[in-house]
């Protein structure tokens, strides 16, 4: 039903791919990250939400035709049952289960297990083959509680009211969760966020998603003293950019599963690390396999020997599938 080839995960059964790396004819895609989600196929079957965020960053005519999937309700494609359902990981991210003859195949996508108040929880779904990505997929990788990591923010923002605090996070997903954790923790002062920020924000507001007061991060009509005492979000990129020297006296932050890794966020010169991650850990990886108890495990894009090794130890068969082109945008 499913077997890897260089476009990505294809079903021969089916004759359509899972986040295909380049244009195809038919594509099933998880989720609205760039490492998955591609313009350019001729048909896209996606959620409404992820193919909304498509269309947000590609542009409405990012594939020849689209066709939104309802989480849990199966439909059929040349004989084979598809169904959709929540992974956890950022809005509209979804599982995409493949099942046919009695035996159904569950593409996890990236997935999280932690609770996130800017999308669906990840539902299990029993199956034979349970395909999971393995990003974070190292003993060392065990992410803190999340509700931490921002009061670990907002006491630095306390401490140090005359710099501003500048938070790299992923445009979609990461960014709108630290907003959203934040004012949860009752931040309600207005946050500052980078233009690429602007229209995911606004999407996510129309699903219900209320993330309080944001503002352009600007200063061409004000001084770099209106930025005190703020906090401002933008992408990771942006702050390696001329952007990043408008502000006092900064305090640069990283919103990332990485910043577990002391000499990643070192070179990064990144003075205060946020450990907030929207991939499952290592004991959320292993748990969620010994949760399911599927026959196969197949791991795909990060830490794949890891956990394949865990697999073997704990009486699973598994199989790396050396699928390229994933990176961790959504870390």
């Not at 295909?20 to 350019?40: C, K, N, Q, W, Y």
């Not at 035996?103 to 999280?112: E, H, N």
């Not at 602007?198 to 209106?226: F, H, M, R, V």
């Not at 946020?274 to 991939?279: A, K, N, P």
């Amino acid at each position: 039903m499913l077997c890897s080839t260089p476009a990505g995960l294809y079903s021969p059964a089916g004759d359509f791919y899972i986040d295909p790396v380049r244009p195809v004819e038919r594509a099933l895609i998880t989720h609205g990250h760039s490492d998955h989600a591609r313009s350019g196929h001729a048909k896209v079957m996606a959620t409404q939400q992820t193919l909304d965020i498509m269309g947000l960053r590609y542009g409405a005519s990012f594939a020849g035709e689209t066709q939104a999937a309802e989480l849990g309700k199966p439909i059929g494609l040349n004989g084979v049952s598809i169904s959709f359902h929540p992974a956890g990981h950022v809005l509209g991210s979804a599982q995409i289960a493949v099942e046919k003859d009695g035996t159904r195949i569950v593409a996890s996508g990236d997935y999280k297990r932690r609770a996130d108040p800017t999308c669906l929880g990840f539902e299990p779904v029993a199956c034979d083959v349970f395909i999971t990505e393995a990003t974070f997929a190292l003993p060392v990788f065990r992410h803190p509680d999340s509700r931490d990591e921002i009061a670990k923010l907002l006491k630095s923002v306390e401490q140090f009211p005359e710099r501003s605090h500048l938070v790299g996070a992923y445009a979609l997903g990461k960014a709108q969760r630290v907003i959203r954790m934040l004012r949860d923790a009752g931040y309600d002062q207005t946050i500052y966020i980078h233009g690429a920020l602007g229209k995911l924000c606004d999407y996510y507001e129309t699903q219900g998603i209320a993330l309080g007061p944001l503002a352009p991060a600007t200063i061409e009509k004000g001084s770099t003293s209106d930025f005190a005492g703020a906090i401002v979000i933008g992408p990771p990129s942006a702050f390696l950019d001329r952007w990043a020297r408008r502000f006092p006296d900064p305090v640069s932050c990283f919103a990332s599963g990485w910043m577990r890794i002391r000499q990643r966020a070192r070179q990064g010169g990144v003075e205060l690390p946020i450990i907030l991650s929207d991939h499952c850990d290592w004991d959320e990886l292993t748990g969620t396999i010994t949760e399911l108890g599927p026959q196969q495990v197949w791991v795909t894009h990060g830490r794949e020997e890891a956990l394949v090794r865990w697999c073997d130890l704990n009486g699973f068969a598994a199989r790396p599938l050396h699928l390229v082109g994933y990176e961790d945008e959504g870390d």
